[in-house]
């Protein structure tokens, strides 16, 4: 399974984004799909994760009510919609495939995140 992110970029704080991931190669609807972040001198961080039906969403209590995971199995993509960013968002994103509300089994190349004060 291969996991590509993308949509990172710089924004104003307040602003928006939508970060998407492309699953390719052995793909399978019924792995779960998660975000992580890691900022600058910080250990990686759960930030959401949505179900194999797309049933369940995870949120990490930091942006509860600002972002929204959702997925589109029909093209093997998850989407993380980013609102009202804050600079401690920044960070670089991963996206991660695997089993449960910490879906951690796969992972793909993160996608740069900078908010700006």
């Known amino acids: 399974v291969q996991l590509q992110a993308s949509g990172g970029g710089l924004v104003q704080a307040g602003g928006s984004l939508r970060l998407s991931c492309a699953t390719s190669g052995r793909t399978s609807i019924t792995y779960a799909r998660g975000w992580f972040r890691q900022a600058p001198g910080k250990e990686r961080e759960f930030v959401s994760s949505?179900?194999?039906?797309?049933?369940?969403?995870y949120y990490a209590d930091s942006v509860k009510g600002r972002f929204t995971i959702s997925r589109d199995n029909a093209k093997n993509t998850v989407y993380l919609q980013m609102n009202d960013l804050k600079p401690e968002d920044a960070a670089v994103y991963y996206c991660a495939a695997g089993w449960g509300d910490r879906p951690m089994k796969y992972w793909g190349k993160g996608t740069q995140v900078t908010v700006s004060s």
């Open positions: 949505i179900s194999g039906s797309g049933g369940s969403t």
